[in-house]
């Protein structure tokens, strides 16, 4: 029997570079994409010839059911705070047969765990408080419910324990992303790039509060093995891997202070002539939210997670390079964006 997989997000960041390992791992599956419009279409059948794609977006609920349903593996990439497109996927999902179990592999945010820096509005300042996804994976399952992500993550749980015998679940909960995807749509992670380009913009490099605030990070590959171990899991049906309510996969490769990283932008950037100076300056809670609606919590807020469940129960062990090797390459890159330096391409043609 032909494994059908259903996929969100594939024209994505995180989604394009882990489709990329899985198709080619497994390029006699049915694949099925969502996508929403026919630009991002045709970029997706360019790469993936062999993929099937439908249209709509995450508001076609009945679109996202039917296909779940057909599914025997949902891979969500798209959107970890669409409530309606979780309802829609798990309901799909339901439909299945304990003699023909759906294999559910969603993403959230590691953002869930800076709950306590939003609920006190306190940012740029350490946690020393670092969460386990193995022993005390409880404490992440059970997290309040205005934290990030956290409504749709409590969707996906409740479909991984109550429908146990027709759903597996698996949550994956990746950190500060870094590196170039593979993917046939965006290439570009967030927060480091963002903190990056709003710096070349000022001019001047920044970070939030004193900048002692810790998040992991991982390399977009070293993630997307998460993914493939987990679709390998799903193919075989182990009953190695546990699916449900524990199912809850973090993914890094150490971690770094805010305050880290903008100095070591500021530095590569002065070097360059890209900035005015190599000193950082320090800026408030609504300073930084005048640079991003959401910049304290994504530049100022902690979150500390142990990857022990994809290390220990997947065999899953990141080889990339590091966040401070690669950044470099980002600040060249969001320099070459802005038209700041010139690509190899610009220099040839003069």
Request: proline fraction near 4%.
């Amino acid at each position: 029997m032909v494994i059908k997989v259903f996929a969100t997000g594939v024209t994505g960041y995180i989604g394009g570079d882990a489709f990329s390992v899985i198709a080619k791992a497994h390029p006699d599956f049915e694949y099925t994409c969502l996508v929403r419009n026919s630009d991002r279409g045709a970029a997706l059948a360019s790469q993936y010839p062999q993929v099937k794609l439908v249209y709509g977006t995450l508001d076609d609920s009945k679109l996202l059911e039917e296909e779940a349903e057909r599914a025997d593996i949902v891979l969500d990439w798209a959107d970890a705070d669409h409530l309606g497109a979780a309802h829609a996927i798990a309901k799909g999902l339901a439909a299945h047969t304990p003699d023909r179990p759906a294999y559910w592999i969603h993403t959230s945010g590691s953002a869930v765990l800076a709950y306590a820096d939003v609920e006190r509005q306190i940012f740029g300042e350490e946690s020393v408080k670092v969460y386990d996804d193995l022993d005390k994976v409880g404490e992440i399952t059970s997290l309040p419910d205005f934290a990030p992500h956290r409504d749709v993550d409590k969707v996906v749980l409740e479909a991984g324990t109550v429908d146990a015998d027709r759903v597996k679940t698996a949550i994956v909960c990746p950190p500060t992303i870094y590196g170039q995807g593979r993917g046939p749509g965006n290439q570009r992670s967030i927060q480091v790039y963002w903190l990056t380009e709003n710096s070349l913009k000022r001019k001047q490099v920044f970070q939030v509060g004193p900048g002692t605030a810790v998040w992991n990070n991982v390399h977009v590959y070293d993630l997307s093995n998460v993914y493939s171990e987990l679709f390998d899991a799903a193919i075989q049906r182990t009953d190695n891997v546990p699916w449900g309510k524990e199912a809850y996969y973090f993914a890094e490769n150490g971690e770094h202070t805010w305050k880290e990283i903008s100095d070591k932008i500021a530095s590569i950037a002065y070097k360059k002539g890209l900035v005015t100076s190599d000193k950082v300056e320090q800026l408030s809670t609504e300073e930084a939210n005048a640079i991003h609606p959401f910049g304290a919590i994504l530049w100022g807020s902690n979150s500390r997670g142990k990857a022990r469940r994809a290390r220990e129960l997947l065999g899953w062990s990141p080889k990339e390079r590091s966040l401070e090797k690669e950044l470099p390459e980002v600040v060249e890159s969001e320099a070459k964006l802005q038209g700041l330096i010139q690509g190899h391409a610009a220099k040839v043609s003069g």
